[in-house]
């Protein structure tokens, strides 16, 4: 339409312009064409781009339907006059592409953000979050990351709320399903992965889309592990615990960053300036866009009691650096007024309009505003990506436990039992807002007969219910090894799914009984998207596999591993507890003047009714094989410290080994963790093969923060080389002055 009024418009201008240049010029003017379209815009304009809408009540029409229907037009309406920067929800692409076309025959041309939680699936579902972590494998994120992008094209969506960086130590809080585990170290090699995988390098190739570094910051800490609540934090902490996963996805490029719901030292994320402009922009150097968590804005004022509705919460928000609201209305309502009272300055509206405008550019929209989806989707390799899915279980699941039941033997009789074994959407888990109606999706059943395994299946008992117990000996009796289900149901983790209980509903500790009781071997097989307390199962099953939500193909991925057609490959990145009394339990926490270690000390730090130790230890994860540990060293070697092993395979069967750095300053300035992730690497080796393993670590990574500033020291260091954090041989270094 009205290409000669758009002549006259910066925006359109650049538009017809950009497209006969190449990329790279676009690029290296972009703040010119901000700044030109900056000055054509009505301040209505400006705060239309920093408002994210559902668009209800037309939301949930479809394409067709939004030209039809009344609340359609006028959503489109106000698409076109400039209302809304950014829209939630994915519509489809036809959908996707007329809000677009809407959206760039408005005055100015500015394209949309169309965003929604794609976070472990698009179209094909990958396991989640915190079982991918168990893979340690930054470069598998990546392609997992790549893979949703092109996915979430094709359903409408060019920016997606993931990765979530929230470092978790928290059992008991539903969201650990969603995040990268506990580590610092390791959550800072998977989170900017998965945000290069989504964004590409070139963001504005048509096959990638804004990632969102979420939930600014400290979520994971909320106090008593529930979700939205305050949290009281130290900066050192701060700095050396929860920010680093944030740190390297600026440094890897994040386009945008969700502040968190919650209040930080009282002050929630999302009018919190220290958080989201003196660290996030200025030492951070993130230069995208910020967007509030849902209604967050709005809710500084009807749940945390700190600021009015409208003029004063816009104020807020906007004056601590918060870009974008998503849902709320407040600064479509009050910024005018915010601005008339001079609370608010035109710079300060300026500026989050630039950040907005910046991503859109650096994603090619201004150019490429719609899709052509037909073509895109005959360039995706849609069964690669199944495959994908299906390495990812594999290499998500965590084998915890084995007397040498596993890998089945071939030509066993197999009894399955557990209702979630038969379940599709306990495979996919929490989160699960992608459209997978066209791509195979497995159970545990069909991938144990994938693999040729004899097995018969019958449900036997709900994980949280009903038991059928004549069942249950009737499948045992007729087995060689039993294979049982146990965990938690998907809809157990997620957002506000915190619990007081992660020990085994009783039920699953009766079905345990009734099997050992009838004396075959049992293969439990747990999922679930948190850590559990299984200490029965420990003791009782002559094998526990921790398979997770392990995604779509993750009955393919998990049977792979049962049946040895994969080496187990996962290793846990959180703790699992005795209890939930422990948590939140880390490997990583601080010592003490009366440490636990060695146990067995009456007045040590430990509880009196459970060990010290956790069931299974951060790192923990065992193979088919085994693997002995010799001539631990390190030496310096420049800026960086070397740490050296052999490793040894002493079984038959080739596997690869997590071999892992972990770190004590001896003589800090202040207390520190009895132990940190400091490096890792995998290998793979052969049966009686030994393999000389070096992990160089920068010196520099040995500091954490300190009066104000982040500091290494010099002096005694512990070191552990080791299969896991409560592992390995100690060594001691020194840092020169
Ligand atoms: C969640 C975010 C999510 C947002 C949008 C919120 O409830 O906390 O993680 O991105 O909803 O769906």
Redesign the pocket.
Known sequence: MEMSRKGFVCGAAALIICAARPLVAAVADVDARIDALLAQMTLEEKIGQLWQTNGKPSQAIEAEDLSKDRSGDRFLADVRAGRYGSL?GRRGADGYNLLQRTAMEGRLGIPLLIGH?LIHSARTCFPIPLALSCSWEPELWRRIGEAIAVEALTLGCNWT?TPMSDISPDARWGRIAEGPGQDPYLASLLVPAMVKGLQGDDPADGRHIAACA??YIGYGASTGGLDYYAVEMADGTLRDVYLPPFRAAVDAGVATV?PA?HSFNGVPCSMNRYLLTDILRGELGFDGLTIS??QAVDEMATGHGVAERGADAAAKALNAGMDME?ISDNYEKGLKAALASGRVKIETVDNAVRNILRVKFRFGLFDHPTVDVAALERTIDFPAHLALSREAARKSAVLLKNDGVLPLRPGLKVALVGDVADSVREMRGCWEHGDMSNITNTTLLAGLRADGVDVTYSSCYKLDGARNEAALRAAAADADVVVAAFGEYWGRSG?NRSVTRIEFAPVQLKVLETLKRAGRPVVAVVFGGRPLALPELDREANAVLMAWNPGGAGGWGVADVLTGLAEPYGRLTVDFPNATGECPKVYNRMTTGRPSEPAGARWSTHYMDIPFTSVYPFGWGLTYTTFDYAGERVHADGDDMVFSVDVKNTGDRAGSEVVQVYVRDVVAATVRPRRELKGYARVWIEPGETKTVQIRVPKARLGYWVDGSYRVEAGEFKAWIAPHSDGGRELTFRLAE
């Open positions: 939630i939680d709320f979420k939930h969700m719901f968590d849902y998503m957002e």
